[in-house]
């Protein structure tokens, strides 16, 4: 459905996107043009077939009324034979070289992508969504795969066809010529209103579909709501209104797509009929032989059949530079800056992190942290809360560099971060984030990740200090299970995952976003314990709702609206009697709270 | 595939009759046409015949072309109303079937590739039905009538049209057999390059913050590299087919006149002229059927796909949802706003464990009773009974003295104000998602609207959007933060009046202090109805009438807040993971 609905997008810059696309096919060069030589050299060899067919025709009406020429029959026969032969082998060759070009160029542009992606800083992912990524990788490129297959080849073969034909139709006979040209025009004039027309109702028909996706998606998924909201009839009456708007432009689409065949044999058979009464008429005077008539007979077919192509491939070949336009514009993408110049590492951290004078905002024309400069030593619990919504997820992409700063510095061991290789920063962190990721792999594989030379006994012992052992141990294949979305993990257990994979990682600095918040309260005290050991030794950051994590923390950054606005240890800020006072104190306050 | 046929109209299967028979016409006058052109042929070659003999069998070629064209116009008008009022009617079922599936069956199928079957699996069926039927009734009709009527003539051309309609075939079986199962693999490694993709992106930070961008990168080479690997086998072979195809209707061609000189040359002289035309008809039907059988062949490869997605639209038409509407009226003069378990144990239908094991209580009208319990414990699964989103495997669940299986479902929903764990909200408005379903009384006021909102702490967010209580609303609410949505998904429930609020672990997306505020505001505002909360906080619980302390399925725990600090392990511990000693006390 996505193909179609760039299909029908218009391409802003035809010429160029396709400059790129045949840029981008450059090692392939020579492949295409020897394959589409063989196109040109093949299909010359269709045209000249009728051409002979017409002499085997006049051979056996000059032989009507006497002995037929059998030698010169076979003769021609042979020839015709290995010419249909020549040229089957030629397509095929033809055939097969472009559609490895094709499949070539799909799978390295899709292998740029993939590369792409992570180059691309993650402020372009936070602006986009992944669907949208996702379809440039797989149907964008798919519409180039299939379509630049069938254009190329269609448009070369279509031409040539063309030409030929009508250079032989005007070299066996003008007049007849004329009558093929004019009746077929005729026929193509009302074809090319009828197409234009269902162009509409396709455009309707794919915002129908999607206008029904869209519902469906929302009902389907809100189930429980609409249900319990009796609110069926509502959703059903929507339904029917989108589901009669799609029915509507459905059929017609459908049905003036499906005119185009029977209008093409008409076409067809209009400029045969054309042809054979004039060709009659001529033959009657003695002006043409019958062979004359025979050749054109298949002329026709022949002329009329790459105008239909030609037209085609001209839609292919939009859709194809509208879907490539998709994928060079995500290629062309800024890309984060080169940083293999960086000579500078890190190795055994102590852990001490410093902000200094940070600035920063999204958009750098509004900055949200204005002055922010803090000081967490090795070893200690930095909690950062706040209110839904204040940015505490800033804090995490400050400190990972997934983005960079505006102004000021975040030093580890006195080294500012952005002197340092991003890599080299990320493996100065552990990190637990609030949105559990697991990949389609073993329990295993999801806990050792990209450590190297982790040992079974080490997962198990990881496992163990985090409560799952006994749980994934229950599993039919254990460690070995593979996780995919027939096996139904808790949210609990799949945050516990995430956990054992952080402390396999055992890096010097810890990172948890909001890691506990989906783990009820007692699993959380399984993992409080967990977490406390992992924590000793290491500065970590930590951000939760839950008052446990903030009360023994050595410094507390209260965030509202993106800034930090208070920072200093529970006592400290109870009693400043400030925003995080109030935060704090809101739990407590009994006396009408109660339901 | 064809049990899907049984969902055409009687209309409609009016209309493929009816267009059956203008295929027929249409044949018929397509295999006309060459009797016409033998004519001019014959007129042509014999000596002393004026150009307006020549007019006559043009003309009549020429309305067989226009006839043919005016009976496919027909067909196909009538072809494609059917297609889509089918795929129309196969929608609705759809969408009429998954509206009464209970969560059993939701779970089964999962949301994501139920709306693929209404979608995108319907579309399907609608192509093949519109493309295919048409080609599938034409091609055989074409294809015998035109090999009758050419039997006849020479059993020579009759072979080599025999095999050519055998080459054809044979190709068409190789695509089958070696072509088919490379497609239906393709779909599954396109799913699968989709899927690591998708988790490529969902993972960034993870993949990022773990340096593992290499490692992702070669699981997408992975599938990448199957992927091209079995599109590279698929379109090399179709590569072969197209001009095998075209040499084949060539050599026939060529074929018919080789023959046919031989024929001529052999024959006495007054049949050779008769011969000549035969010849010439011949090879004209010879292509019509070379030409139906190509499109035939172009119908299997759509077929397979087709049939996957008839299959799967049908799997859901056939299911029988597991909850049925017991369609009694709530006896008047009942009590309002009671809720009563007895004994109830609950199983998912393939598992052997409970889920749920002997549960018992009461809530009186206007009380709080809350469940508190680790992940797990069952505390949404013991809410999901009593909007009938699930069965009790034993004992009642009884809302007013009424066994919740006896109601009416609408009745029942109607003393219902749900909020459950993840808000859902759809596209519109505010108002229309506050003011959304039906409570089987008249519809509130704008005001009642404003007044849901500000109960739900969502005035002040609310009035600062664009537009109001009128400012729009994205799909799934992308348009606002977690905490803003879960307020709406309250105000929602408390725009309805409900007898019962029921709150699925609906506060924590709040903070503590937007969690105090709405709930004290609840209080006030719903005195009188009964109120069944979920929660992982002690903090949004300890209020309450009666706290219920769930452990693996069972209540390990009943009563106050204190009195469970005393009685309850569980509670404790769960207490004590939250609050300090102080603050305990202090509670």
């Known amino acids: 459905m996505a193909n179609q609905q760039t299909a029908t997008k218009q391409s802003i810059n035809f010429k160029g996107t396709m400059g790129k696309l045949v840029a981008y096919c450059r090692p392939y060069l020579p492949l295409i043009i020897v394959a589409l030589l063989l196109s040109v050299v093949g299909t010359i060899f269709t045209i000249y077939g009728p051409s002979q067919l017409e002499k085997m025709t006049d051979h056996i009406t000059a032989g009507l009324f006497g002995e037929i020429d059998m030698d010169a029959i076979g003769r021609i026969g042979i020839l015709l034979a290995v010419l249909y032969g020549l040229s089957v082998v030629f397509s095929f060759f033809q055939g097969y070289m472009m559609a490895t070009v094709t499949q070539k160029v799909s799978k390295s542009l899709r292998e740029r992508i993939s590369q792409k992606i992570n180059k691309l800083p993650l402020k372009y992912f936070d602006s986009t969504s992944n669907g949208d990524v996702l379809s440039r990788v797989t149907n964008d490129i798919d519409t180039i795969g299939q379509t630049m297959n069938q254009s190329v080849g269609m448009l070369v073969t279509s031409v040539t066809m063309l030409v030929g034909s009508l250079f032989m139709m005007f070299y066996t006979n003008v007049w007849m010529t004329i009558t093929a040209i004019l009746s077929t025009f005729l026929g193509f004039a009302f074809m090319t209103t009828m197409i234009k027309k269902s162009q509409t109702h396709f455009v309707h028909q794919q915002a129908n579909l999607g206008a029904m996706n869209g519902h469906v998606e929302e009902i389907y998924s809100g189930y429980d709501v609409v249900k319990v909201y009796n609110a069926e009839r509502m959703a059903k009456e929507k339904f029917n209104e989108i589901n009669d708007k799609l029915y509507e432009s459905s059929w017609k689409s459908q049905f003036l797509s499906g005119m185009t065949m029977p209008l093409m044999m008409f076409v067809g058979n209009f400029s045969y009929v054309a042809v054979c009464i004039v060709g009659g008429a001529l033959a009657m005077n003695g002006r043409i032989t019958f062979g004359v008539i025979v050749a054109f007979m298949i002329y026709v077919r022949l002329f009329t059949q790459p105008l239909g192509q030609i037209a085609q491939a001209a839609t292919t070949l939009q859709a194809t530079a509208a879907a490539s336009e998709r994928v060079f514009e995500f290629l062309d993408e800024k890309e984060l800056e080169d940083e293999s110049r960086k000579t500078k590492a890190l190795k055994e951290v102590k852990g001490q992190v410093e902000f200094r004078n940070v600035a920063f905002g999204y958009d750098p024309d509004k900055l949200i942290i204005h002055d922010f400069s803090a000081k967490a030593r090795p070893g200690q619990k930095i909690a950062i809360v706040g209110p839904t919504g204040a940015g505490k997820t800033t804090i995490v992409n400050l400190l990972m560099r997934f983005y960079e700063l505006n102004g000021g510095e975040i030093a580890i061991d006195g080294v500012p971060i952005h002197e340092l290789p991003r890599e080299n920063v990320h493996e100065q962190f552990c990190m637990v984030l609030q949105d559990t990721w697991l990949f389609e792999g073993t329990i295993k594989e999801n806990i050792v990740f990209n450590k190297q030379g982790v040992t079974d006994a080490e997962v198990k012992e990881v496992c163990k200090a985090v409560g799952i052992d006994h749980f994934i141990r229950t599993l039919t294949h254990g460690y070995d299970t593979v996780l995919n979305e027939q096996v139904n993990l808790s949210a609990g257990q799949k945050q516990l995952i995430t956990i054992a994979r952080a402390l396999i990682a055992n890096a010097p600095l810890l990172i948890l976003d909001e890691a506990t918040s989906s783990v009820d309260t007692r699993t959380e005290l399984l993992i409080q314990e967990a977490m406390d050991r992992l924590m000793a030794g290491r500065t970590s950051f930590v951000i939760a709702h839950r008052l446990s994590t903030i009360k023994n923390a050595d410094m507390i950054l209260v965030m509202k609206d993106g800034d930090i606005i208070e920072s200093g240890n529970h006592r400290e800020l109870l009693a400043a009697g400030g925003f995080y006072a109030e935060l704090y104190n809101s739990q407590f306050e009994t006396a009408e709270a109660a339901m | ?587």
């Open chain 2, 1 to 587: 595939m064809l049990k899907i046929l049984k969902y055409f109209s009687t209309k409609n299967v009016w209309f493929i009759i009816v267009s059956t028979a203008f295929i027929v016409l249409q044949v018929w006058l397509d295999l006309k046409l060459p009797d016409y052109l033998a004519e001019i042929t014959q007129l042509v070659q014999t000596e002393g015949n004026s150009l307006s003999q020549v007019w006559e069998p043009g003309a009549y070629m020429m309305l067989c072309a226009i006839g043919s064209l005016l009976a496919s116009f027909i067909v196909v008008y009538l072809v494609a109303q059917s297609a889509a009022s089918l795929a129309k009617r196969l929608r609705s079922l759809l969408f009429d079937k998954v509206e009464s599936f209970s969560m059993a069956e939701m779970n089964r199928f999962s949301t994501a590739s139920l709306i693929t079957r209404s979608t995108n699996d319907i579309t399907q069926v609608q192509t093949i039905m519109a493309m295919g039927l048409q080609v599938m009734i034409k091609a055989p009709i074409l294809a015998v009538w035109a090999i009758v009527k050419i039997s006849s003539k020479s059993w020579q051309w009759t072979l080599s049209s025999g095999v050519s309609v055998a080459l054809l075939l044979l190709m068409i079986a190789i695509v089958i057999v070696f072509a088919m199962p490379k497609f239906r693999a393709i779909q599954g490694l396109t799913d699968q390059l989709n899927r690591v993709t998708r988790e490529g992106l969902t993972g960034l930070r993870v993949i990022r913050a773990y340096n593992a961008a290499k490692s992702q990168e070669a699981k997408f080479e992975r599938a990448n590299r199957e992927l091209t690997g079995a599109n590279l086998f698929t379109s090399r072979l179709m590569a072969l087919m197209m001009p095998v195809m075209s040499l084949i209707m060539s050599g026939l061609s060529l074929a018919i006149y080789w023959i046919g000189a031989h024929l001529i040359n052999g024959a006495e002289m007054p049949s050779r002229l008769g011969l000549f035309s035969d010849m010439v008809i011949f090879s004209s039907y010879a292509m019509q059927i070379v030409m139906a059988f190509m499109m035939l062949s172009m119908v299997f490869f759509m077929l397979p796909r087709a049939s996957v997605s008839a299959k799967r639209v049908m799997e859901v038409l056939n299911t029988e949802p597991g909850i049925k509407d017991g369609g009694l009226k709530p006896s008047a003069g009942a009590g309002t706003g009671e809720i009563e378990f007895r004994n109830v144990s609950f199983k998912y239908a393939d598992s052997d464990e409970y889920v749920l094991e002997d549960i018992s209580f009461v809530a009186h009208r206007g009380e709080t009773v809350a469940f508190i319990g680790s992940t797990g414990s069952g505390k949404s699964t013991l809410l999901n009974l009593i909007p009938r989103f699930y069965d009790a495997t034993e004992g009642e669940v009884l809302v007013d003295g009424m066994n919740v299986k006896d109601y009416a479902l609408r009745d029942l929903h109607n003393k219902l104000g749900y909020v459950p764990q993840k808000a859902v909200l759809f596209t519109g408005t505010v108002t229309s998602n506050v003011a959304y379903g039906d409570n089987g009384r008249a519809a509130g006021s704008a005001d009642d609207v404003k007044k849901a909102v500000a109960i739900a702490k969502g005035k002040e967010f609310v009035e600062k959007l664009e537009d109001g209580y009128e400012g729009s609303i994205s799909q799934g609410g992308t348009n606002l933060s977690g905490g803003q949505k879960q307020r709406l998904s309250i105000a929602r429930a408390v725009y309805r009046k409900p007898d019962i609020y029921i709150f699925d672990d609906s506060f924590s997306a709040l903070d503590y202090k937007t969690d105090r505020q709405l709930r004290s505001m609840l209080k006030q505002e719903t005195t009188g109805a009964t109120n069944l909360i979920v929660g992982q906080r002690i903090g949004t619980i300890k209020e309450a009438d009666l706290i219920l302390v769930l452990d693996e399925g069972r209540i390990v725990g009943r009563g106050k807040h204190h009195e469970l600090l005393q009685t309850c392990e569980v509670y404790r511990q769960i207490a004590n993971s939250q609050l300090s000693k102080e603050e305990l006390e202090i509670g």
